[in-house]
């Protein structure tokens, strides 16, 4: 069972842990509706697929170049189409908000810590998605980069903006012990993906990169005399 056990590639114990976690931070949200009899609503959507957004498919998309094998350029694709469905399950979890407070007749301006740091987030997530499908765009066109600050700032500030945000959430809405579980779980995501980040290396091989890496060897070795050369 050990042996077994010890042939799992350890990024996927790290996409384990962020699925577990994200799950239990989910269950704790839904138990505390359960114990204070809240009745399944319009808002209740909104938590539940900000969590899988943020903290389900965020964590994977900001260390996916961490614990993809595959090659670059589609590591790159993975990665946009990642972010993506975080967007696109944002502005969902956002319309859904939207439209509880239109049908309960309350402020939709952004006037707690929640609500303006999640505000504050979503404007920050609009602006990575822009600048990495230009990044993306230019990187195709020139195979030059550009934005080199990108992966940082998806994962220090959007990302951490997002949790702080999800946990701003919970202390609004709950106390008691499926509070705690949940910022507790959070608290291990963060370390876990910001560990992942910042300690593990991309060690897949990259073709293209070895290719040019020969080519510029080659050109090295041109215009050099290899019979004047001793070998002896």
Same mark, same amino acid.
């Given at each position: 069972?050990?042996?077994?056990?010890?042939?799992?590639?350890?990024?996927?114990?790290?996409?384990?842990?962020?699925?577990?976690?994200?799950?239990?931070?989910?269950?704790?949200?839904?138990?505390?509706?359960?114990?204070?009899?809240?009745?399944?609503?319009?808002?209740?959507?909104?938590?539940?697929?900000?969590?899988?957004?943020?903290?389900?498919?965020?964590?994977?998309?900001?260390?996916?170049?961490?614990?993809?094998?595959?090659?670059?350029?589609?590591?790159?694709?993975?990665?946009?189409?990642?972010?993506?469905?975080?967007?696109?399950?944002?502005?969902?979890?956002?319309?859904?908000?939207?439209?509880?407070?239109?049908?309960?007749?309350?402020?939709?301006?952004?006037?707690?810590?929640?609500?303006?740091?999640?505000?504050?987030?979503?404007?920050?997530?609009?602006?990575?998605?822009?600048?990495?499908?230009?990044?993306?765009?230019?990187?195709?066109?020139?195979?030059?980069?550009?934005?080199?600050?990108?992966?940082?700032?998806?994962?220090?500030?959007?990302?951490?903006?997002?949790?702080?945000?999800?946990?701003?959430?919970?202390?609004?809405?709950?106390?008691?012990?499926?509070?705690?579980?949940?910022?507790?779980?959070?608290?291990?995501?963060?370390?876990?993906?910001?560990?992942?980040?910042?300690?593990?290396?991309?060690?897949?091989?990259?073709?293209?990169?070895?290719?040019?890496?020969?080519?510029?060897?080659?050109?090295? +070795?041109?215009?050099?005399?290899?019979?004047? +050369?001793?070998?002896?």
């Amino acid at each position: 069972m050990c042996k077994l056990l010890s042939q799992i590639p350890t990024t996927w114990y790290i996409r384990f842990g962020i699925l577990t976690l994200t799950i239990t931070i989910l269950i704790s949200f839904l138990i505390n509706d359960i114990i204070q009899g809240v009745d399944a609503t319009l808002f209740t959507w909104h938590p539940v697929i900000m969590i899988i957004a943020f903290a389900g498919l965020m964590s994977e998309g900001v260390i996916h170049y961490r614990l993809s094998t595959a090659k670059l350029e589609r590591a790159r694709k993975t990665h946009g189409l990642i972010f993506g469905l975080v967007s696109l399950l944002a502005i969902v979890a956002l319309t859904v908000i939207i439209s509880n407070k239109l049908k309960i007749k309350h402020e939709i301006t952004p006037h707690t810590a929640h609500a303006i740091c999640g505000t504050i987030t979503l404007c920050f997530l609009l602006y990575q998605a822009m600048s990495g499908v230009s990044k993306l765009r230019w990187l195709w066109k020139t195979d030059q980069k550009i934005y080199k600050k990108h992966g940082k700032c998806g994962i220090f500030l959007i990302y951490i903006l997002g949790l702080v945000t999800i946990s701003l959430g919970f202390y609004e809405v709950e106390d008691g012990l499926t509070f705690y579980i949940a910022i507790s779980a959070i608290a291990i995501l963060g370390v876990l993906v910001l560990h992942t980040f910042t300690r593990r290396k991309r060690t897949v091989h990259d073709v293209y990169a070895e290719l040019a890496l020969d080519e510029m060897r080659l050109t090295d +070795l041109d215009g050099i005399d290899i019979d004047a +050369l001793d070998f002896s």
